[in-house]
Every structure is written in structure tokens, then in C-alpha cells.
């Protein structure tokens, strides 16, 4: 069975649709690139798999449920904006956070945050924005939650750090029933991460294949595909 | 419930200054005005800007909290927490509430402070001098905070989700619902004019007031108005507080 499932998904914000009739599904412990170009509606589709926005028709199930705040209880998002307080420490931002996740790991926490080198005492609003991406990396991976949506996490991350950052949270900190979806600009560096791509084009899914399947049928690295499909 | 606990938190973190600032002014005004006169007639005189105050300030403050977490999109990580959106508004709400209350507590220590023998309280209610005179702090101060907080919980869900002209749309909202609260008044509260009609003197050591007025039909017009915004803000955040 798999974990996530989208039927005939749509979104509109009013008179414009943002998604098309999506129908995909996903499968638990994998790992899925959801790749597109601005506007595709990636931002929209995490949105409605975190269940934070409804769908104007179709559905979108988790685990058989409807995306709502019943599946959020095992559903971490992280957007593309920086959503934290300014005004908080890092370690009150994660308390605040722990005391809604019942699997939340105040241990697993305390040794994400010195691995992405955060001072639990530092302000949020003084952090850098490589240092405020980090900690949705560790609100993503210290609670044991079955699906991660990960919207550009990485930006602002340095390239060097990057690398090593998502080696470590792949291979330490994840783990394996976890169902992760990853939005990413940086494609080269996280394409051999991903099981599955799902590619949007104007709000319509273009391609929903598993990544070695792709790479058979078009002999060519993974952006030059994407470029290629969303074109 | 704990939920609830965690979110009222949060808000006593971030919210807390100007709210225990407003607290303390008021503590420290009616403190000075005992010292200097000490007397009751003086410290209504005195406590009524704070008190007045309060009510606004809060009301201001309960919008301008959602306002932050739109501005700050710190929206994004409390909708996406295993509760119902609803429960983010309430706490909000129950968090000015509180505050209010916290206000009114101390206004009625500062009365009680500066009450005597020598005050003088003559009305048709039954019961003492100060309790008439507590009994009107209460139910003026509960039904116009309730009345305030539930306006400008409405207007905030109302406002909900636009993204363009958000700010002076929720402030015409409020000033609009006000309005219609306040000229609705007369022809609902006439309705009730059965509950009575109260005037409450209050002679003090040096000063007397005589325009206190105690007035039933306007508490509940007041506190229905505002539970009725209140539940029906309550209601649209839930249908509608959707990224």
C-alpha cells in the first residue's frame, strides 16, 4: 500500500489553477525528488500533502486519511520561508515544537544541532540564512515522523556544507520507513538521493518515475531531463 | 487542552511586554493617586484612562498578533501542527482575555485600596458601597473587552488569507462592526429596558460622582455582540485558515 496518494488532485486560488488533476503515489521509506520550474506548483502540492491547504477537487491521502490535522501529526513541513520566531532561541523554537510531536527526541535534537554547528542559545532572528535553514533540518529529523517535506531547504547553505550535510542526514539520520520529499534548485547534488522524481509542468505532473528508470530511458544527467520535459 | 497550555505560552513568550507594561502603569497610577488622595472618587478619576486604555490596547494587540504571524510567516508552522486551526485563534483570543483580566484584578485592588468608611455610595441596587461600585467595574469592564476582543477576532478571521489590502481592510472591518454594534444598541437594548436602569452616586472624601450609571441591557447587549463575533471569528478561521 502505499503512503501517499493523490486522486484527480486539484488547487485553485481563485480563478487561477495552480494544480491539474494530479494522480500519483508514493511509497513509504522512499525518497522523491519533486522537481519544476518557478510557478509548477511544487509549493502548492507540499502544501496540500502537509495538509495545511485543501484541495479544490480530488483528494490527497496519507496513509489512507485525508491530508488534514490528523495526518499532521506524523507529516513535518518545512517551507521555503523562513517560518520560525525572530524573536526566540533556537532551543525554545524546538521546545515549542517537541510539545506537539509525542516522538519528538530531545537527545536526537541536541546532537542535530551540533552537527549543523547551532548554538541552541542564539537568537532566531540573528542567525544567518544558512544557519536558519539548518534548523529546519533539525526540526525535520529529530522526531520520528513517517513523511518530510523539505521545500528548498538547503538555500543559504554554503556548497561544501551542503554536501556534507546531506550525507549525514540521509545516512545517520533518517531513517528508513521515513518517506522523504525533497524540492531542490540543487539537482546534481541530491540527485542520487532520490528513488522516485516527480516532475510539475504549469501545475500538471509531467513525469512520475523511479529515478533509475529515468535515467535508462533518457541517458542523460537528471537537470538536463528536467530541462528537457518542463521546457 | 496541554495544546492549549503550550500555545497560551508561546504568547505569554512573545507577547508579554506590552501587556505586563499596561499592567504596571495601571498598578503604579492608582498606587500614586492613593498616596496623594487616597480616596475612591479619585482613583476612578484616575484609573478610568488606564482602564479605557486597556481595553483598546488589547484588542489592538490580539489583531496585531495575527497580523506578526503572517508578516513573519510564522503561520506556516502552526498550521502545520497536528491541531486544529481554530485552537491557534482561541488561544490568542483566551491569551487578551487573561490579560483583561489580569486588568481588571487589578483595578478592583486599587478601588478596594482606596475605599473607606467615609465613602458614601447611594443607589437603588441592594448590597454595600463598594461592591455596587465593584460590580460596575466588572460588568463594564468584562462586556466591553468581550465586546472589543470578539470584534477584532472576527475582523482578523475575516481578513484571513488576502494577500493584497489585508491591513486596511481588517481596520475598516472593525471600525465598521463597531459602529453598527453602537447604533444597534439603543433599539436592542430598549428592548431589555424590564432589566432596569441603576444611577449610582458615589460621595468621597473630597469629590463626588454622579454620572455612573449601571445599566444591565447594555452588559448583555455587549457580551452577546461579543460572544456572537467571537464565535462566528472562531468559525471562519476554522473554514478558512488554509495556505
Redesign the interface.
Known amino acids: 500500500m502505499s503512503l501517499i496518494e493523490a486522486r484527480g488532485l486539484s488547487k485553485n486560488y481563485g480563478p487561477t489553477r495552480v494544480l491539474n488533476d494530479l494522480n500519483f503515489q508514493l511509497q513509504r521509506g522512499s525518497v522523491v525528488g519533486l522537481l519544476g520550474r518557478n510557478a509548477s506548483g511544487k509549493s502548492t502540492l507540499f502544501r496540500l500533502i502537509a495538509g495545511v491547504t485543501r484541495p479544490s477537487q480530488g483528494k490527497l491521502l496519507i496513509d489512507g486519511q485525508p491530508a488534514g490535522p490528523v495526518t499532521r501529526r506524523w507529516v513535518m513541513y518545512a517551507p521555503e520561508v523562513p517560518c520560525y520566531y525572530p524573536a526566540m532561541q533556537v532551543y525554545e523554537q524546538l521546545l515549542f515544537l517537541a510539545r506537539f510531536y509525542p516522538s519528538w527526541d530531545h537527545d536526537k535534537a541536541q546532537a542535530l544541532l551540533g552537527e549543523m554547528e547551532l548554538d541552541p542559545k542564539a537568537v532566531i532572528g540573528e542567525l544567518s540564512k544558512g544557519l536558519r535553514a539548518r534548523l529546519k533540518l533539525v526540526h525535520a529529523f529529530a522526531w520520528d515522523n513517517d513523511v518530510v517535506l523539505l521545500d528548498e531547504p538547503f538555500e543559504g547553505i554554503d556548497q561544501p556544507s551542503r554536501q556534507k550535510i546531506v550525507q549525514l542526514l540521509f545516512n545517520e539520520y533518517r531513517h528508513q520507513r521515513q518517506t522523504i520529499i525533497l524540492g531542490t534548485h540543487h539537482i546534481d547534488e541530491t540527485e542520487q538521493l532520490f528513488d522516485q522524481v516527480l516532475i510539475l509542468k504549469a501545475g500538471r505532473l509531467v513525469c512520475q518515475r523511479p529515478i533509475d528508470e529515468l535515467r535508462d530511458t533518457y541517458q542523460q544527467p537528471l537537470v538536463q531531463t528536467l530541462n528537457d520535459l518542463t521546457l | 487542552m496541554?495544546?492549549l497550555l503550550?500555545l497560551l505560552?508561546?504568547e505569554w513568550?512573545?507577547r508579554s511586554k506590552p501587556v505586563l507594561i499596561s499592567l504596571a502603569l495601571t498598578l503604579a497610577a492608582g498606587m500614586v493617586s492613593w498616596f496623594y488622595a487616597g480616596d475612591i472618587t479619585s482613583m476612578i478619576g484616575v484609573l478610568i484612562a488606564p482602564a479605557i486604555a486597556s481595553l483598546v490596547l488589547f484588542a489592538v494587540l490580539l489583531a496585531g498578533s495575527f497580523t506578526s504571524e503572517w508578516q513573519?510567516?510564522?503561520?506556516?508552522?502552526l498550521?502545520?501542527?497536528?491541531?486544529?486551526p481554530s485552537l491557534i485563534a482561541i488561544a490568542k483570543y483566551l491569551y487578551y482575555l487573561l490579560a483583561g483580566l489580569l486588568m481588571l484584578g487589578i483595578l478592583s485592588f486599587c478601588l478596594a485600596f482606596s475605599s473607606s468608611e467615609q465613602t458614601q455610595v447611594t443607589t437603588a441596587l441592594p448590597g454595600s458601597g463598594f461592591s455596587i461600585v465593584l460590580l460596575a467595574l466588572v460588568c463594564y469592564y468584562l462586556s466591553i473587552l468581550s465586546l472589543l476582543l470578539g470584534v477584532s477576532l472576527f475582523s482578523q478571521a475575516y481578513t484571513i488569507g488576502r494577500a493584497s489590502y489585508r491591513g486596511i481592510l481588517s481596520k475598516s472591518l472593525l471600525l465598521l462592526l463597531l459602529s453598527a454594534t453602537a447604533l444597534l444598541a439603543v433599539p436592542i437594548t430598549s428592548l431589555m429596558d424590564g432589566l432596569g436602569y441603576y444611577e449610582i452616586d458615589i460621595n468621597g472624601a473630597y469629590a463626588s460622582l454622579t454620572e455612573i450609571s449601571f445599566y444591565p441591557a447594555f452588559f448583555i447587549y455587549a457580551t452577546l455582540a461579543g460572544l456572537t463575533f467571537t464565535l462566528a471569528g472562531l468559525y471562519l478561521f476554522q473554514r478558512r485558515m488554509?495556505?
Open positions: 496541554t495544546q503550550f505560552q508561546k513568550r512573545l513573519q510567516n510564522t503561520h506556516y508552522q498550521l502545520a501542527l497536528p491541531i486544529s488554509d495556505l
